[in-house]
């Protein structure tokens, strides 16, 4: 019976020499002490301390002083410090490749694959560097830097991008390349305001193409409007930033697929860039809390029903009467109901059918 043949692997080991193990073993056979080793070179006690603890670079000039001093030669000193430190930046990339693998996990792959923003990898290393060449860093490491560290990230108070920030800064990259291709006008607050207002009509008679009617009106005014699906562990329905000085964005998710709620959404993020700092970024879940939040919720309400009108919906009881108050502000009459709804005047059972439910065109 033939012996079966054997397979062998390369031993790499977790740990390098460096060249100082050599030079104690080196002056101990000689009898020579650090110190004395230190007059023979001309280097300090400390110097010679630290190459025998791998702590100081043994220099081409430090190497002929060594062979000077012990007898052996030059090239031996060169190339023991040349493995060593080859073999400490070997030991570091295992780690970072087996840190980025673990990374790797964590980013929903497969939804991006879905979407057509991956390509389809049967290998996990090319899989990782399309991953990183999506987020635009060079790895995990400057990936958390980039989204955990950054302190102008203010969206990370955000539920979403606590539980799950992977899913979280996949979905606002998302977002993020395609306002680079929106080629927007530099930003202008009022061209903003007259599109918004003009934006807010389109919510009563609502054209087939009014995604692309959204963007063309918020590009001309320095603002790029997108639309992205939302990811499956990233539960939001908006986001608000600037991208530069002149250009903001204003990113929506696909969560919600009725007209009061997307269009409430639309105008909240619409306030933070008309009213909040350019610094900040956005991040709308329903959980995030705070002034600015408030700020942004009363200027989506006053801006769909002005202030003026707001004591009539209390005397709404019809679908008849909401859908004429609706017309009489120019609005949808969903956006009325889920207004009535959220204040309490009626329960979340009622009127729904008033209510727009429409599949958005990803695009």
């Given at each position: ?164 920030p992977a899913a979280a800064a996949t979905w606002l ?61 990233c539960p939001v329905s908006g986001a608000a930033r ?122």
């Amino acid at each position: 019976m033939p012996t079966p043949k054997r397979t062998e692997y390369p031993l790499e080991p977790d740990y390098a020499v460096a060249p100082g193990e050599t030079l104690q073993e080196t002056i101990d056979a000689l009898g020579m002490t650090q110190a004395e080793l230190a007059v023979r070179t001309g280097l300090s006690t400390k110097t010679i301390n630290l190459v025998i603890k791998g702590t100081h670079v043994v220099t081409q000039d430090t190497a002929i002083k060594l062979g000077r001093a012990t007898g052996v030669p030059v090239d031996v000193w060169n190339r023991l410090e040349m493995n060593y430190r080859r073999r400490l930046a070997e030991i570091e990339d295992r780690k970072r490749i087996a840190a980025d693998h673990e990374w790797l996990k964590t980013i929903p792959t497969k939804e991006l694959i879905a979407l057509g923003v991956l390509p389809t990898c049967s290998d996990r290393a090319d899989l990782l560097k399309a991953v990183f060449g999506f987020f635009g860093v060079s790895s995990s490491e400057a990936w958390r830097r980039l989204w955990l560290e950054n302190p102008s990230t203010a969206y990370r108070r955000s539920q979403c991008f606590a539980l799950n920030p992977a899913a979280a800064a996949t979905w606002l990259r998302l977002g993020e390349l395609k306002a680079q291709k929106v080629e927007c006008r530099p930003y202008d607050q009022a061209k903003f305001k007259k599109a918004l207002l003009e934006i807010r009509c389109l919510t009563a008679d609502l054209p087939d193409d009014f995604q692309d009617v959204i963007v063309n009106r918020c590009k001309g005014a320095g603002v790029a409007a997108v639309f992205v699906p939302e990811l499956k562990k990233c539960p939001v329905s908006g986001a608000a930033r600037w991208l530069t000085p002149e250009k903001a964005l204003v990113q929506l998710s696909l969560r919600y697929k009725t007209d009061d709620q997307i269009w409430f959404s639309f105008f909240h993020e619409a306030g933070h860039i008309l009213n909040d700092s350019k610094k900040q970024f956005y991040i709308d879940d329903k959980t995030t809390q705070g002034e600015q939040e408030k700020k942004a919720n009363q200027f989506a309400q006053d801006f769909l029903i002005p202030p003026a009108r707001r004591a009539e919906l209390q005397s709404l009881c019809s679908e008849e009467g909401i859908a004429t108050f609706a017309g009489k502000i120019g609005i949808a009459p969903g956006i009325v109901v889920g207004r009535m709804q959220r204040e309490g005047i009626i329960l979340f059972s009622r009127f729904n059918g008033l209510k727009r439910r429409f599949q958005w065109v990803v695009q």
